[in-house]
C-alpha cells in the first residue's frame, strides 16, 4: 500500500497510546480503527499475557515434538509469526534480537552452525521480537521454533 | 563403549534399532524427517530431533543433517540401518572425524567393498567361486561384447555402484548389448553416479542364497547360517527363509564355513551378508556384499537365538566376537514375509494414506516387526515396507502352516497390501516343495497367485 512511511508512523504514534487506555477502560478485546485508509487494530492478548496463546516450542530433546505442530489456532495467530530453524546444529541468534527488538522482512535473524558451516535463517514477515523460544548456543532441530514476531504496523519498521 | 546413539533411519528399522539400544542400556535419539513426525519410533523414543524436509536428500541422505543432529544431542554413535547413508564411505569416514562411531564397517572397509567388480576379484581371490564374468568392470562397449562372447550368452549387465535390485539389465544376444550398452551406462551414472558396468553370466532357475555373517576388530569371523530370499520380484526380495531348500548338507556347511573364512581374510568388518546364487548344480557363486544389517536379518535371529542388531552395536564399539562358531546353533526354520503399501493387483502399485485399522499377528513363534499403528499415515516419500512377518516352525512345513495362520490374522486397513498375495504363494506348489526360484513369480504370475489365496472376510 502506497502510505507515506513517515506519516504513518506519526499517525501509529499519535494512535496506539489512546487505543490502549481506551482497550483497558473498556475491557474489550479488540479495537480497530481506519484512518487516512490505513487500518490500526489493538488487541489485548498482543499486549499483556506473555505467551497467552504461544504454542509450546518444539524441544530437540523432548518426548513430544509434535506439540508445535498440532497447537490449536488462536485469535493472535494470524499477528505472531514463529521464526523456525532451517538446519539442525547449534543457533546463534543476531544481536538486535531479543524481546522487543525490530525484524525487517528478510533480514538475517540467526545462523545455524551446521558442522562450522553457518545457514541463514531469514525472517519471512517483519515486525517486533515477542518471545524469545532459544538462546544462542542452544541446540535446535530442523523446523523449530526460534522466537516469536509480532507484526505491528510493519511500515513503521 | 558407546553410550548414546542416534537411530538415523525410520520405518520398522528404527524402531527395531531402539529396540537393540534399550536392551543394551544405551540411549537412544531417533533421528527423523518432517514426514516422519508422527512416526512409531519417534512417539515411542526418549527423544527425537527433526533432521530436515520430507525430502530424503535434505534429511536421511544429508550427511551434515545427520552427523550435525547427532552432535547436537550428543550422541557418541550413529546407527545408519539399512538404505540411505548406510554403506556410505564418505558419511562414515565424516562421522569417525566428528569422534562418532558409525556403527557398520570402518570407512576403509566400506571403501574396499564398495566397487562390486573389485569384490568379485577380491573374494575370488579368498576362495569363493563367482559366476563367469569380465574381469572387473569393463571400459566401454567392445570390451564388454568381447567378454559376453567369451563367457556365452545371456549375460546380465550390472552397474558397479549399482545394489538393492537396481542397475541390472539382462542381456540375450550380441544385438541387444550393441543397442543397451551406452543406455545402461546411462542409467547407472543418473541412478549411482557412476556409469562403470560389470557382466557376469546369466544363470535361469536359481536360488539367491546369502550367509550372514560377522567379523570382529581382531578379524574373528563367524558366519549365522544362510538366508533363500529366491522369491522376488523385479530383483525386490518378497519372502526369506533360513535354512535353504537350495543346499544339500554336505554343500552347506562347507560353504558356509567358506564364505566366514574368506570374509575374515579379505579384511572385512563388523556385520554383512556374502549373496550367492546356486545354480541347478547346487553350488554357490558369489555375486555380491551388502555392508549393513538387512531387511531380512530376523530370519536368522529365530534360528540362532543371536541379537543381530546388538551385536553390529557391540562389534561397532570394538567388543570381541562374543561366541565361538560352535556356540552358534542353527534350529528349526524360520520364514519372513515382507507386507508392503503395493497393491498386486495393479503391478505392485506403492499406495500411500492413513491406516484406517490395524491388527497385528501373534501367537508361538510369531514376530512382527512393524512401525504401524491406526492413524499413521504412511507417507508417499519413502520405501513402502509396513510390516515384517517372521515365523519360526521347528520344520519348513511348521513354518508354513503357521505362516498361514499369521496371515489371516494380519489386519491392515486403508492401504492396499500384500497380504493376500502371500496367502496365494502358502497355496502355490512351487513355493510349498521348495523349489521356487528367482524366475518363479515371472513363470506363474501375480493373478494366478492371487487367486489361490484363501477368501478373507473382507
Redesign the interface.
Known amino acids: 500500500m502506497p502510505h507515506n512511511t513517515e506519516r504513518l508512523g506519526e499517525l501509529l504514534d499519535s494512535l496506539v497510546p489512546v487505543l490502549v487506555e481506551r482497550l483497558h477502560e473498556t475491557g474489550l478485546g479488540e479495537i480497530e480503527i481506519e484512518r487516512d485508509g490505513a487500518i490500526v487494530r489493538v488487541r489485548a492478548e498482543d499486549l499483556g499475557a506473555p505467551g497467552a496463546s504461544a504454542p509450546a516450542p ?1 524441544a ?4 513430544t ?2 506439540a508445535a ?1 498440532v497447537a490449536a489456532p488462536t485469535a493472535a495467530d494470524d499477528r505472531r509469526h514463529p521464526v523456525r530453524s532451517t ?4 543457533v546463534k541468534l543476531a544481536p538486535d534480537i531479543h524481546v522487543g527488538g525490530k525484524v525487517a522482512k528478510g533480514s538475517l535473524v540467526a545462523t545455524v ?3 562450522g ?1 553457518a545457514v541463514e535463517v531469514r525472517a519471512d514477515h517483519g515486525g517486533i521480537v515477542a518471545k524469545l523460544r532459544c538462546a544462542s548456543g542452544d ?6 521454533e526460534l522466537f516469536l514476531l509480532e507484526s505491528v504496523g510493519e511500515a513503521k519498521l | 563403549m558407546i553410550k548414546r546413539v542416534l537411530i538415523a533411519n525410520r520405518g520398522e528399522i528404527a524402531l527395531r534399532i531402539l529396540r537393540a539400544c534399550r536392551q543394551l542400556g544405551i540411549e537412544a535419539v531417533v533421528a527423523y524427517s ?1 514426514a516422519d ?2 512416526s512409531r519410533a ?1 512417539l515411542v ?9 520430507a525430502d530424503a536428500k535434505r ?1 536421511y541422505l544429508s550427511a ?2 545427520v ?3 547427532a ?3 550428543g550422541c557418541d554413535a550413529i546407527h545408519p540401518g539399512y538404505g540411505f547413508l548406510s554403506e556410505n564411505a564418505a558419511f562414515a569416514e ?1 562421522a569417525a572425524a ?1 569422534g562418532l562411531t558409525f556403527i557398520g564397517p570402518s570407512a576403509e572397509v566400506l571403501e574396499r567393498f564398495e566397487s562390486k567388480a573389485g569384490v568379485r576379484a577380491l573374494l575370488a581371490k579368498h576362495g569363493l567361486p563367482t559366476i563367469p564374468g569380465s574381469d572387473g568392470v569393463v571400459a566401454d562397449e567392445a570390451a564388454a561384447a568381447k567378454a559376453a562372447a567369451k563367457i556365452g550368452y545371456p549375460v546380465i549387465l550390472k552397474a558397479s555402484a549399482g545394489g538393492g535390485g537396481r542397475g541390472m539389465r539382462v542381456i540375450q544376444n550380441a544385438d541387444d548389448l550393441a543397442q543397451l550398452f551406452s543406455l545402461c551406462t546411462q542409467e547407472a551414472q543418473a541412478a549411482f553416479g557412476d556409469g562403470s558396468l560389470y557382466l557376469e553370466k546369466y544363470l535361469v532357475d536359481t536360488h539367491h542364497v546369502e550367509v550372514q555373517i560377522a567379523v570382529d576388530k581382531a578379524g574373528t569371523a563367524l558366519h549365522f547360517g544362510e538366508r533363500d530370499c529366491s522369491v522376488q520380484r523385479r530383483h525386490q526380495k518378497l519372502v526369506e527363509e533360513s535354512p535353504s531348500t537350495a543346499l544339500t548338507p554336505k554343500v552347506r556347511e562347507e560353504f558356509l564355513a567358506r564364505a566366514a573364512k574368506a570374509i575374515g581374510a579379505a579384511g572385512y568388518r563388523n556385520l554383512g551378508t556374502l549373496e550367492f546364487l546356486v545354480g541347478p548344480d547346487g553350488k554357490p557363486y558369489f555375486i555380491e556384499i551388502n555392508c549393513r544389517i538387512q531387511v531380512e536379518h530376523p530370519v536368522t535371529e529365530m534360528v540362532t537365538g543371536v541379537d543381530l542388531v546388538a551385536l553390529q552395536i557391540r562389534l561397532a564399539a570394538g567388543e570381541a566376537m562374543p561366541f565361538t562358531q560352535e556356540q552358534v546353533e542353527r534350529r528349526g526354520h524360520a520364514i519372513e514375509f515382507r507386507l508392503t503399501a503395493e497393491d498386486p493387483v495393479h503391478e505392485f502399485r506403492p499406495q500411500a494414506g492413513e491406516i484406517t485399522t490395524f491388527r497385528s499377528p501373534s501367537g508361538p513363534w510369531v514376530r512382527f516387526d512393524s512401525h504401524l499403528y491406526a492413524g499413521y499415515e504412511v507417507p508417499p516419500y519413502y520405501d513402502s515396507l509396513l510390516a515384517k512377518l517372521i515365523v519360526w516352525g521347528n520344520t519348513r512345513e511348521e513354518a508354513i502352516a503357521r505362516s498361514r495362520a499369521a496371515l489371516l490374522e494380519v489386519e491392515i486397513g486403508g492401504v492396499e497390501t500384500t497380504r493376500d498375495f502371500f496367502l496365494g504363494l502358502l497355496e502355490t506348489p512351487s513355493f510349498l516343495n521348495g523349489t521356487a526360484t528367482t524366475g518363479m513369480l515371472d513363470a506363474i504370475g501375480t493373478a494366478d497367485i492371487l487367486a489361490a489365496a484363501p477368501k478373507a472376510r473382507a
Request: hydrophobic residues 45%.
Open positions: 518444539a530437540p530433546r523432548g518426548a515434538p509434535s505442530a538446519a539442525v546444529g547449534f552452525d551446521v558442522l558451516v541446540p535446535v532441530e530442523y523446523g523449530q | 518432517e513426525r508422527e519417534v523414543a526418549d527423544e527425537a530431533i527433526c533432521i530436515g524436509p534429511s551434515p543433517a552427523i550435525s543432529a552432535l547436537a544431542t565424516a566428528h
